[in-house]
């Protein structure tokens, strides 16, 4: 639903989805996962809502929706399976879609200061603290690099270390 208030709005998704995440019905069926938000709109008529990639048991549609419904002032739920490989992709396509005006985005920014756009939880949460990057070496210098990948480019891109500063 559309709102005017937006740091409210993502408090009480954030709160809403915190209580789903403490049910019994939540912990029976989800081990873990993260969850990006995504925000559309504009002043005066935001429209903001997670979504969320779960490692879990089947979770019938209509049980989750109920649930949700009895705790947030929420209307749905969508479920679908994304395909093996594809979950940072599915959860980056949302992390990084730019659909609010140009004009808009000092008034979104202000609003979502201090806000984790991503996070895991359950027994992902741990990837979050021991994920350690493995070295990349460019195949063409052997200087510490980052290999970029992206659909614009067939084989990514490689962006040195020293490239960022001192």
Known sequence: KNQQNLPLMVKCLFDCFKKLRNTDSWKFHV????????VKGTPGS?????HILIESRR???????RLWM??????GVWIRNIP??????????YITKTEVPDCDKAVLNDALKGTRLFQPFG???????????????????DDPCFLIMSDLFDEGFVVHEKDFGP
């Not at 935001?46 to 997670?50: A, E, G, R």
């Not at 979770?59 to 929706?65: S, T």
């Not at 009895?70 to 209307?75: A, F, L, Q, V, Y």
């Not at 949460?125 to 195949?139: D, E, G, H, S, V």
């Open 70 to 75: 009895k705790i947030s002032p929420g209307r």
């Open 123 to 141: 027994s992902w949460y741990a990837l979050n603290i021991t994920y350690k990057p493995p070295p990349k070496q460019c195949r063409n210098c």
């Open 84 to 93: 093996p490989g594809q979950g940072v992709r599915y959860l980056t396509k």
């Open 59 to 65: 979770y019938e549609w209509e049980d989750l929706l």
């Open 46 to 50: 935001w429209h903001v809502h997670l």
């Open 31 to 38: 081990k873990g996962g993260a969850f990006v938000i995504e």
